[in-house]
T-cell receptor, first 114, second 112 residues
Framework: DVKVTQSSRYLVKRTGEKVFLECVQD?????MFWYRQDPGLGLRLIYFSYDVKMKEKGDIPEGYSVSREKKERFSLILESASTNQTSMYLC?????????????FGPGTRLTVL | AQSVAQPEDQVNVAEGNPLTVKCTYS??????LFWYVQYPNRGLQFLLKYITGDNLVKGSYGFEAEFNKSQTSFHLKKPSALVSDSALYFCAVHQAGTALIFGKGTTLSVSS
């Protein structure tokens, strides 16, 4: 089975802190994704990566950056956390370059910024 | 631009009754459509997807979805609902590259 793990289930940070959210997948997947989930808005794509050291902006990249130094690991970075970044963050991965590939999700990190 | 809509925020159904969770889409080109389920405080779990071929797609946990090209719909169905099916359901459509666009989600509540 595909396994996607996220470093924390719950995280509380202060405004202005630098925050790292880590995601690891164990299936040698090419593509990895970061979404945020907010009530009534569904999932919105922040960034994705289709290869090591490659990244693409999603729909809402402002205030975020990402890092993919190794194939299995994709990090989301909040350079200076703000209260409007309080949300559930979901990481996903998918196998290859096909548009029909299934994305597999991690359990999520619920981030609260005070 | 690709988009997907879930017109109902919540669907209520009694246990044992059939359920339908609605999804409509707008795409240019061939639609690649997905359904995911999210249980409380969990990540999303893949249920099924439509790529091509048979309009009735069977998935996990007894769910199926009917692709209707003329109505641009991809409704999720189950013949007999269980209380344990209560969860948040997301429809998604492929976007550029390999990313997905998700609907806002529909909360399914199954009463005993």
């Amino acid at each position: 089975d595909v396994k996607v793990t996220q470093s924390s289930r719950y995280l509380v940070k202060r405004t202005g802190e630098k925050v790292f959210l880590e995601c690891v997948q164990d299936m040698d997947h090419e593509n990895m994704f970061w979404y945020r989930q907010d009530p009534g808005l569904g999932l919105r794509l922040i960034y994705f990566s289709y290869d090591v050291k490659m990244k693409e902006k999603g729909d809402i990249p402002e205030g975020y950056s990402v890092s993919r130094e190794k194939k299995e690991r994709f990090s989301l970075i909040l350079e200076s956390a703000s209260t409007n970044q309080t949300s559930m963050y979901l990481c996903a991965s998918s196998g290859g370059g096909s548009r029909t590939d299934t994305q597999y999700f991690g359990p999520g990190t619920r981030l609260t910024v005070l | 631009a690709q988009s997907v809509a879930q017109p109902e925020d919540q669907v209520n159904v009694a246990e044992g009754n059939p359920l339908t969770v609605k999804c409509t889409y707008s795409v240019s080109g061939n639609p690649y459509l997905f359904w995911y389920v999210q249980y409380p405080n969990r990540g999303l779990q893949f249920l099924l997807k439509y790529i091509t071929g048979d309009n009735l797609v069977k998935g996990s946990y007894g769910f199926e979805a009917e692709f209707n090209k003329s109505q641009t719909s991809f409704h999720l169905k189950k013949p007999s609902a269980l209380v344990s099916d209560s969860a948040l359901y997301f429809c998604a459509v492929h976007q550029a590259g390999t990313a997905l666009i998700f609907g806002k989600g529909t909360t399914l509540s199954v009463s005993s």
